[in-house]
């Protein structure tokens, strides 16, 4: 079956950096996107990625490697707006999105 | 401004009702979906529509459907609603029918089956 692996939740240190780890299971690969989901609101779209390799957008960072069926999201300098869940999702042979079920990422002072 | 509009914010039913949701967007996209979120659970495809006039079946599809009358419209509706189907429920578009688009969300809407 097709799968996307995420951890549940995860605490990070307000200006500290933190990885959020991605692992997917697809019957064929088209992409692999991240999205921003503040509680009680709806996500939006963080990045996009088909190739292997590390593209930065300001603080956020996201990398593939589809040799691994792996990726992740980084983000810098985090900031407590950035409290709020991430979540994954793989574009797969078909063209069909597998949402993964998403991480609360944590932000203390 | 530009967007995807979706009715009503929140609504408490009483099983066994009829209920549409609405969803509208300006951006012109051809592609359209609605989904349902569950805690715990990642985003589920209930229908799709990848140009007006046509509609698909997601991955939960059973006691719903839609319409796609025109480009901006795409009405979710709920024959007979049943308490499983409590949930929040979010409409979303792209210009891209193929999934390797940026989707754009409605705000949500969330509903209460009783």
């Known amino acids: 079956g097709q799968n996307i692996d995420q951890p549940t939740e995860m605490t990070a240190t307000e200006g500290a950096i933190v990885q959020i780890n991605c692992t997917y299971q697809?019957?064929?690969?088209?992409?692999l996107f991240w999205y921003q989901q503040h509680a009680g609101e709806a996500p939006t779209f963080l990045s996009y990625n088909v190739l292997d390799g590390l593209e930065e957008k300001g603080r956020f960072s996201s990398f593939l490697s589809r040799s691994k069926g792996y990726s992740y999201l980084l983000l810098k300098e985090l900031q407590m707006k950035d409290s709020a869940s991430y979540l994954c999702?793989?574009?797969?042979?078909?063209?069909?999105?597998?949402w993964g079920a998403g991480t609360k990422l944590i932000i203390k002072p | 401004i530009a967007g995807i509009t979706q009715a009503p914010t929140s609504q408490i039913l009483a099983a066994g009702r009829r209920m549409t949701l609405r969803c509208t967007q300006d951006m012109r996209h051809n592609a359209m979906y609605w989904y349902r979120q569950d805690l715990g659970l990642g985003l589920r495809l209930i229908h799709y529509s990848n140009t007006a006039g046509t509609t698909g079946k997601g991955e939960v599809p059973d006691g719903y459907s839609v319409s796609r009358a025109n480009t901006d419209d795409f009405p979710l509706t709920l024959a007979s609603a049943v308490p499983s189907q409590t949930s929040v429920y979010f409409c979303?578009?792209?210009?891209?029918?193929?999934?390797?688009?940026?989707?754009?969300f409605g705000e949500g809407s969330r509903l209460t089956v009783l």
């Open positions: 999702a793989g574009v797969d042979s078909n063209y069909q999105l597998i």
């Open positions: 697809t019957s064929g690969f088209n992409g």
């Open positions: 979303a578009s792209s210009d891209s029918s193929l999934n390797t688009g940026e989707l754009f």
